[in-house]
Structure formats: structure tokens, C-alpha cells
């Protein structure tokens, strides 16, 4: 069986026995514990805790997954051994609460066996040390031989952390041969020749902080059938690099290297690299994570630069990650659409990163190998040495430990992050409940009362029963406000009673599903079980509802003027501004935001109808709606048509028609990191108030400079010229009167020396007034010094051609004493400082040097 046939196989199987096929979740998870999708039961871990009520008791996924970060970290085992990646597929059957260990483990076997066609002979299980009933059901039930099942400890027993559901584990692993290593089963046996296969998790337990554990009221099942190691088993070859799929992509690296597989083992690993970074690299930035100094960025672009070194290492001079992305597209496409919807804009992402890097590594390897070179046997590289690759030719630590891994020696690691502590700074994803609140407590709620009955699309006020009040949240069981969502921020307003009022500050979704207010009494109380009656600041709803429309004509609008390589990165939607985040490469130029601004208003004038309406994914989908980055959807979505050209999912509220969000002007962009853009904007009535007080502004200057409003620009040009002529008229003055003091300076003179502080003049007048004094006669020397107009000191000094002086040496300690500097000459030397303080102390140091007091 081929890869893309276990996928069908898999879903089909579990499909036909109750389960919702659901996709893939994205690799980049609502987990913020996590770097990537590491696992098939992660999208699904609020279920597992109770923090979401799942839609559905059973689900079978094929989900991508990522290892290349953090704890869950497997790339440097990649390409040299048979079975690691940082990029792979599990399949997965779960339960909610729903079937358990019978059926979870008879499913499994008969998958393996009867659809897999795998021989049982050959099949071994293990389980914890604890679980008699699994023992019994393989044993018993399903009949496997007792002494073909082992028992295991901590290696078969899963948590979900330190504390949360948690259970034994049961593993089936397939026996590759005695070629393959000593017998003895997966306990005791080699590592190669026993291999895991599936893992099925029987969540049966709550563990405690204090470390005791209680029976789940609702057991569950998490399973994992690792894709391409089963695909190896299926295809009788020894590595999941003969599978398929990866060979075809094996295939592809050896065609754009022009390197033959099985040349020697070092360019075997190289290409294996290529191979699995590119798919880890494609699917990632498919998904909208792109490479920068940052988190899941700075992993992704680890992945990406040991792809290219790889390449570099084989001697390829020429870029080869967009011709492998072409591949994993061919190759994967089929099973990921949308791969292939995202192909041009993955290829561009992949090849400026490697254009970028293979500059960095050029540089970087010479110096490396300079360094490495200067080592004695034995001697670490210094952790200064490191840093400053990193820190001046940007050169990452990793790469660094990698090259002189391959080479005997040790990286000073602690010596690279003491010389790194200052410069470091990794963003860390975070989100949390509100301190002090224990979300169980919500979680009761939803199942006494269901979840918060929304009906502010309608209404601006409604009655509603209160279901919770304490700590500053007030619950209620149907709403009209808003909770924070998909960018757009909470409603506010007032909630009242018979016997209280208070006002809403914030409205946020405590837990999925349920909606807080955060509240602030105004008068009396509110208790539990009245009636309420809640109503929200309309106005304000209003004119978040104006912007956030808008954010999707945006988007259009941005995709149309820079490409559709554009993808929403993130937003945020208030009543007086908008802000939108999305990936692109390059500034925007004045027209192109001229451009964006009248696509915009130009929509708004058409003033199309918008419908905002519930429909399920797959006719979302078939609508061409487009997912927002980071919002998390369901089987039922809501669709927002805005006009004739915008189809996006999104939950928030909108303009009925799109006249209604009034004129659109575009406040700023700029950068937010690396290939990451920000647009903020505004509409309506905070429009019209920009362009008022635009105005009245222009009209005050054009007041100012007595012309039209219209003649604005010609006024400020003629005024710039007008102040360019007076001031060099003023120049010319003060020189004038500069030299006009020369003869009464040179009447100072003390042996043909002149020394004096002349303030009020700029480092060009004193100049022309030192010339000045020194051709007067009986005049050999002069030295001046001024506090000039434009701030600091300045010194000059001056002599005759037949005098016994140098000018530079007249001021030579002078100019230190000012805090400056000058190149000394022999005829005329000029020095300036900042010291204004210490510039008679300079005069007098100059009198010294001239052999006069």
C-alpha cells in the first residue's frame, strides 16, 4: 500500500464505525505550551480537560505534525537514523468519553491485520506495568500469545503534565527481523529490529497536583499510528527514506544536487536532510509560519538554513529549497490542498531565506574554519568566538555546534549565552486565565446552563438571567455584548437589575463558550438568578462594526494591489482605529497605499449588500472563504460576504451594507518583524474627524503664511527660500563685524601673541576673524577660542609664515581640555569641543604654549 492509500484506509476504517473524519489541524497550535503540532491529540486537548465540550464523542484525523523545537526536538537525529523526522503524520482515533479499552484495542487489531494485511505473527505488544485489563483484552479477547506481550513502566504510561488526565499505554510494534538486531521483544530486544508502530493512551485517570490520582468520571482514548513507519513495514523496506513518498523526495534533492544516493554515507545524510526539511519547511510556511529571529519563526528558520548548509555541503552552488518545494507540492499536494493553493507564495518565502543565508554561511565557514584552525587538540571553541559569528556575520550557534560537532570539538556554550544575555529575546506566546479564577468552575456552568446564548447581531439590549457574579464578572445566560474575539475587541456598556447597576469595562470569553463581563458597580447589587436587562454602548458597537468590515475589504484590497501571496497575520478591531497585520516582503509605496485607499472607498461607495450568516465548513470552503490566521473553527462557521469581493469566515459583527462604513483612510504602515506588515486605519465618523482636523490645519497654515489653502506648498517654498537668503545675509553680517575686531584684538598682543575669547560667532566667523587678527601688524601669532551659537566650543589658531609658532601645537593641549579634536597644521589649525565649561582653562593653556600669561 502506498502512504496516500493508509491515509484512506485509516479514515474510512474508523469513519464506518461512528467517528467524524475531521482535517488536519493547523501546525501551528491554540496550545501556547507548544512550538508546533507535535501530536494528533493536540487539537483536541481542551476536550481531554474539560475546558470545551467536544461536538462529536468520536474522531478520526490524519494530522500533520512537527518535532524540531523545545522538549518534543528530534533534528539532529535526522537523516541518520531509519526513522526519525522532523515532519510526520499520525493517524489517530479518539474518544470522548465514549468507547474505551475493548473496543480501542480490538479496532486496532483488526486495522492492522485485516485492512493493513499485516501478519500477526509478527506483532508485539506492550503495556504498563499496572494494566492487567489491557493484558487480558490482547490476551483473551483478541488472542495474542501471552509471551508476545510485555509489560513496561514509565515508557507506557502517558501524562499530560504535572497534573490533568493521564493513564497507561499500550503499544504495538512490529518485528523487522533477527537481521535487524537480538531478539527478546520490545523490552528486551533491539532497538531497530523491534519498532513502534501505534500507541494507544487510555486516559483513565486525573493525576493531582499533590501527586494522588482519582478515576476520570469519563475515560477516554488517544491513539497514534505513526504513517511512515507503517508505510515501511507495508512496502517491506528498512527505512521510512525507501517509502513512497520520501523517496520520490530522496529522488528529487539527488536530481537538483546532482549528487547519486549511495555515494558515501555523509552525502546519504545530506540528502536525507533535504529531503525532510524541505517537507517540514513547505508545510510549515504553508501554514503561516515564516523564518525570523522568534519562537516558531527562529525553529523554522533552524530547519531551513540546515537544508541549505546540507545543500552547501554537497558542493551545490546554486539555490535548490524552491525546486524541493516544487517537489514536496507534487508529491503531497494531493493530500494537502492547501499546499498546492499556497505553492508560488511557500516557493518565494524558502527561496529569498536561502538566498540570504547562503551569504551568511560563505562568510561565516571561512571563519570559522580560520578558528578551528588555531585550536590546540582538545581546546573547546571559545564562546566569545561563537557570539560574535552570531552576533557580526549571523551565523547561528546551532550551525556553529553542528560544524564543530562534525569535527571533535566542544562549543563554550555558557561563555556564547553569557556574551548573548543582553541581546536575547525570544517572544513568547502566552495566554492566560484570569488570575485567581479556576475555569472548572465555568466549566459547571456550561454543563448546568449551556453555553452563552449570543444575541447582539439583532439586538443592542436584552433581557437576561445572571448566572454568575463574583471577583468582578458577571455572567449572564444570553447576551448582547460581544466577547473578544478574532481581533475584535469586547463591547462595553451597562447591565441592571431591580435592586443594582453596574457597567461593563470589557466582555471576554472566560472559558470557550461562556462570556464574562467584566463589570464595575454603579449602585445597589446584582445577584445570582435575577433578571437582567443588558444593554451596550451602541455607538461604540457601531463603529467597531464599521472598521471591522472594513478590515475585510482590506485584505481584499491588499491581495489585489500586492498579491495573493498576502495572508492575514493577525488584527484588531476598536471604534476608533483598525490594525492589520499580513505577510509581505516589502514596504508599500505611497501609490500602492493611494491604491489600497481607493479600492476601499470605492467598495464603500458601490455600498453592496453584506450577509453575515452560519453555514458548515465544507460549503465555506466551496464559497472560497478565507480563514483568519490563528482563529480556530468548528464544523459550523460563520461566513461574512462583504459586497461582491470579500468571502471571509469570522464570528464578529458587521455593517449591513458596506456604505455604512463611511469613508476609509489609511493612518500608517510599517514593519512588525520579519516579512510581517502592519496597516492601521480608520472610517467613519473618526475619519471624517481626521480629515476636519487635517483641514483646519492646513487652513492654519496657509493663514500663517498669508496664501490660499491650495497655495500652501508654493507659501512654504518661498518662505524656506526667504529664510535661506536671511540667513546667509546674517552670516555675511557677523563676519563683517568679526573682522571689523581684528585691529582691536591685535591691540592686545603680548609679544606679537594674541589669545582672547570672542563669544557670539560661528567656527566659520572665528576662522576668518583669527586670519584677520594674525595679518595685522606686529602680529605672529593668534589663538581664539568661542562658545559657539549652535552649542560647544570651538578653537582657532593662527600664525605667520616667518613666525617661530605652529598653530597645531598652540592648541594641542587645548583641544583635549575642550573634550576635542582637530587635525593640527602648521599655518592654521581649527579644533572643536563640547566643554564650553573648560574653554577659558583652554586659553589659558594656550597662552602657556605660546610662552605668555
Known amino acids: 500500500m502506498k502512504a496516500n492509500e493508509v491515509r484512506r484506509a485509516f479514515t474510512d476504517f474508523f469513519v464506518e464505525r461512528g467517528h467524524s473524519h475531521q482535517p488536519s489541524a493547523s501546525l501551528i497550535p491554540h496550545d501556547p505550551t507548544l512550538l508546533f503540532t507535535v501530536a494528533g491529540m493536540v487539537p483536541f486537548k481542551p ?92 490476551r483473551d479477547q483478541v488472542g495474542i500469545p501471552a509471551d508476545r506481550i510485555q509489560r513496561l513502566d514509565e515508557d507506557n504510561y502517558w501524562r499530560m503534565g504535572d497534573s490533568g488526565p493521564c493513564g497507561p499505554c499500550s503499544e504495538i510494534f512490529w518485528d523487522k527481523g533477527e537481521e535487524f538486531g537480538p531478539s527478546g521483544g520490545p523490552a528486551h530486544g533491539g532497538e531497530d529490529r523491534y519498532i513502534e508502530i501505534w500507541n494507544l493512551v487510555f486516559m483513565q485517570f486525573e493525576q493531582h497536583e499533590n501527586g494522588t490520582q482519582s478515576p476520570l468520571p469519563k475515560p477516554s482514548i488517544d491513539t497514534g499510528l505513526g504513517l511512515e513507519r507503517t508505510v515501511s513495514v507495508l512496502q517491506g523496506v528498512d527505512s521510512v527514506w525507501e517509502t513512497d513518498e520520501l523517496a520520490l523526495l530522496l529522488a528529487a534533492a539527488a536530481k537538483l544536487t546532482g549528487v547519486r544516493p549511495g555515494a558515501d554515507a555523509e552525502s546519504d545524510v545530506s540528502l536525507r536532510i533535504l529531503a525532510d526539511h524541505a517537507r517540514s519547511t513547505s508545510l510549515l510556511v504553508s501554514d503561516g509560519v515564516f523564518p525570523s529571529n522568534e519562537a516558531r519563526g527562529y525553529a523554522l528558520r533552524r530547519i531551513l538554513r540546515r537544508a541549505v548548509r546540507h545543500a552547501y555541503l554537497l558542493g551545490v552552488e546554486q539555490t535548490v529549497m524552491a525546486g524541493m518545494v516544487d517537489a514536496v507540492v507534487e508529491v503531497m499536494g494531493p493530500d494537502y490542498p492547501d499546499l498546492v493553493r499556497n505553492h508560488q507564495f511557500v516557493r518565494g518565502v524558502v527561496d529569498r531565506e536561502e538566498v540570504r543565508f547562503r551569504e551568511t554561511l560563505r562568510t561565516g565557514q571561512a571563519i570559522l574554519d580560520q578558528r578551528l584552525g588555531e585550536l590546540q587538540p582538545g581546546q573547546d571553541l571559545a564562546g566569545d568566538v561563537a557570539f560574535e559569528l552570531h552576533d557580526t556575520y549571523g551565523f547561528p550557534l546551532e550551525v556553529t555546534q553542528e560544524i564543530t560537532g562534525e569535527r571533535g570539538v566542544e562549543v563554550d556554550v555558557a561563555g556564547f549565552e553569557e556574551a548573548m544575555a543582553e541581546q536575547r529575546r525570544r517572544a513568547k506566546d502566552a495566554r492566560q486565565v484570569a488570575e485567581g479564577i479556576d475555569p472548572a468552575l465555568f466549566v459547571e456552568l456550561i454543563d448546568q446552563f449551556g453555553i452563552t446564548e449570543f444575541v447582539g447581531r439583532d439586538d443592542d439590549s436584552s433581557q437576561a438571567r445572571v448566572l454568575y457574579h463574583a471577583d468582578g464578572l458577571l455572567v449572564l445566560d444570553r447576551t448582547p455584548f460581544y466577547a473578544e474575539s478574532g481581533g475584535q475587541i469586547g463591547d462595553t456598556g451597562r447591565i441592571t437589575t431591580d435592586t443594582g447597576e453596574v457597567t461593563v469595562t470589557d466582555t471576554h470569553a472566560v472559558v470557550p463558550g461562556l462570556t464574562a463581563h467584566n463589570v464595575e458597580l454603579l449602585s445597589g447589587a446584582i445577584d445570582v438568578g435575577q433578571v437582567a436587562t443588558a444593554s451596550i454602548d451602541s455607538s461604540r458597537r457601531a463603529a467597531i462594526r464599521r472598521n471591522h468590515t472594513a478590515t475585510h475589504i482590506l485584505h481584499w484590497a491588499l491581495r489585489t494591489v500586492l498579491g495573493d501571496h498576502v495572508k492575514q497575520q493577525g488584527s484588531w478591531v476598536g471604534p476608533e482605529r483598525l490594525r492589520f497585520d499580513f505577510s509581505h516582503y516589502d514596504a508599500m509605496t505611497t501609490e500602492q497605499i493611494h491604491q489600497v485607499e481607493d479600492l476601499v472607498n470605492g467598495e464603500v461607495l458601490s455600498n453592496e449588500t453584506c450577509r453575515n450568516f452560519e453555514t458548515t465548513m465544507a460549503e465555506a470552503e466551496q464559497l472560497g472563504a478565507i480563514a483568519f490566521f490563528g482563529d480556530k473553527y468548528g464544523d459550523r462557521v460563520r461566513v461574512m460576504e462583504a459586497g461582491r469581493n470579500s468571502v471571509e469566515l469570522c464570528g464578529g459583527t458587521h455593517v449591513s451594507s458596506l456604505g455604512e462604513i463611511g469613508p476609509f483612510r489609511i493612518l500608517s504602515e ?54 535661506k537668503s536671511l540667513r546667509a545675509e546674517v552670516a555675511q553680517l557677523k563676519q563683517q563685524l568679526a573682522v571689523g575686531q581684528a585691529p582691536e584684538l591685535a591691540a592686545t598682543a603680548v609679544d606679537g601673541v594674541v589669545v582672547a575669547r570672542v563669544d557670539g560667532i560661528d567656527r566659520d566667523g572665528l576662522r576668518d576673524l583669527a586670519v584677520s587678527v594674525r595679518d595685522q601688524a606686529d602680529v605672529k601669532a593668534v589663538v581664539l577660542g568661542a562658545a559657539l551659537d549652535s552649542g560647544g566650543a570651538a578653537l582657532v589658531a593662527a600664525v605667520t609664515p616667518d613666525s617661530e609658532f605652529k598653530a597645531g601645537a598652540l592648541i594641542e593641549q587645548a583641544k583635549s581640555t575642550i573634550g576635542g579634536g582637530g587635525r593640527p597644521a602648521d599655518d592654521l589649525s581649527v579644533a572643536g569641543g563640547k566643554d564650553v565649561e573648560a574653554l577659558d582653562e583652554a586659553l589659558d593653556q594656550a597662552r602657556s604654549a605660546a610662552g605668555i600669561s
Open 670 to 723: 510599517g514593519s512588525i518583524g520579519s516579512n510581517i506588515r502592519r496597516v492601521e486605519a480608520t472610517t467613519g465618523l473618526s475619519a471624517l474627524e481626521l480629515f476636519r482636523s487635517n483641514s483646519e490645519q492646513l487652513a492654519s497654515v496657509a493663514d500663517r503664511l498669508g496664501v490660499g489653502p491650495d497655495d500652501v506648498v508654493e507659501g512654504i517654498e518661498r518662505r524656506l527660500e526667504e529664510q
Open 47 to 138: 476536550y481531554f480537560t474539560g475546558e470545551e465540550v467536544p461536538p462529536f464523542n468520536r474522531a478520526v484525523t490524519v494530522q500533520k505534525c512537527v518535532r524540531a523545537g523545545g522538549k518534543h526536538n528530534d533534528l539532529d537525529e535526522i537523516g541518520r537514523t531509519s526513522r526519525h523526522l522532523t515532519f510526520f503524520e499520525m493517524l489517530g482515533n479518539f474518544s470522548f468519553g465514549d468507547y474505551f479499552k475493548t473496543d480501542a484495542i480490538a479496532w486496532a487489531w483488526e486495522f492492522i491485520t485485516e485492512v493493513l494485511a499485516l501478519d500477526p505473527e509478527r506483532l508485539w505488544v506492550t503495556v504498563h506495568l499496572s494494566d492487567d485489563d489491557a493484558e487480558e483484552i490482547w
